[in-house]
């Protein structure tokens, strides 16, 4: 299946609408019960189809690995990593009276500080009703991401699955079950996340793969 690729939304969705806009963000892949699995922080990046840049790469393997499980889980992105809910309810008290968005645009782009704004249903100046104070601290900390899908091989930086390691010699990278025959690189069942690391595998199992052919060689 294809790694570190990007991550598609429905048609339409407000996030599609921020094309081009890149910030730090957390993507966070939740259990049905809400219960974190794993998570990555780092620049994300939103498209006109969806999501991208290294955060959702690297977490775009395991939704795929676990959706395969368990449908019910997704994905869950924090535009202020490092604050908690709690945190940014009581920031956002404190601005009754001058509205939300000053303090947004402090820490995200205006765009996003008027989209949040916007999906929450909370006015931009004056009081801000509690029911909008919530539905905006929810979204600031947890927007959920109704995926549809991903962008395929064609936009993967990198795949996962392949031949299991229990099935070659780790010091040859011959096969355990045809003899004589050597992998390399991402027919074996290897992926890393973003950072070079699936290069230096590929390069790495190249190089013992091919010592291995020449060890056996008359």
């Given at each position: 299946?294809?790694?570190?690729?990007?991550?598609?939304?429905?048609?339409?969705?407000?996030?599609?609408?921020?094309?081009?806009l890149?910030?730090?963000?957390?993507?966070?892949?939740?259990?049905?019960?809400?219960?974190?699995?794993?998570?990555?922080?780092?620049?994300?990046?939103?498209?006109?189809?969806?999501?991208?840049?290294?955060?959702?790469?690297?977490?775009?393997?395991?939704?795929?690995?676990?959706?395969?499980?368990?449908?019910?889980?997704?994905?869950?992105?924090?535009?202020?990593?490092?604050?908690?809910?709690?945190?940014?309810?009581?920031?956002?008290?404190?601005?009754?009276g001058?509205?939300?968005?000053?303090?947004?645009?402090?820490h995200?782009?205006?765009?996003?500080?008027?989209?949040?704004?916007?999906?929450?249903?909370?006015p931009?100046?004056?009081?801000l009703?509690?029911?909008?104070?919530?539905?905006?601290?929810?979204?600031?900390?947890?927007?959920p991401?109704?995926?549809?899908?991903?962008?395929?091989?064609?936009?993967?930086?990198?795949?996962a699955?392949?031949?299991?390691?229990?099935?070659?010699?780790?010091?040859?990278?011959?096969?355990?079950?045809?003899?004589?025959?050597?992998?390399?690189?991402?027919?074996?069942?290897?992926?890393?996340?973003?950072g070079g690391?699936?290069?230096?595998?590929?390069?790495?199992?190249?190089?013992?793969?091919g010592?291995?052919?020449?060890?056996?060689?008359?």
């Open positions: 299946m294809p790694a570190l690729v990007p991550l598609l939304l429905p048609p339409g969705h407000w996030i599609t609408t921020l094309s081009g890149t910030l730090p963000a957390e993507v966070s892949l939740l259990a049905a019960t809400g219960k974190r699995l794993t998570s990555f922080t780092g620049s994300t990046l939103c498209t006109h189809v969806g999501l991208s840049g290294p955060s959702v790469l690297d977490i775009s393997r395991h939704w795929l690995i676990a959706k395969a499980a368990d449908p019910t889980v997704q994905l869950a992105l924090n535009w202020l990593p490092g604050r908690p809910a709690e945190e940014i309810d009581r920031l956002l008290v404190a601005t009754q001058r509205g939300p968005l000053p303090f947004l645009r402090e995200l782009p205006d765009r996003l500080a008027k989209t949040l704004c916007e999906q929450a249903g909370a931009t100046t004056g009081d009703p509690r029911e909008a104070r919530k539905k905006l601290v929810h979204l600031l900390t947890a927007t991401l109704p995926l549809t899908g991903d962008r395929g091989f064609t936009a993967a930086e990198a795949t699955g392949g031949v299991p390691l229990t099935e070659v010699k780790l010091d040859t990278l011959e096969s355990r079950l045809c003899p004589g025959l050597f992998f390399a690189g991402e027919v074996l069942d290897v992926d890393g996340r973003i690391f699936n290069f230096q595998w590929a390069w790495a199992s190249g190089f013992i793969a010592h291995g052919v020449v060890g056996t060689m008359p």
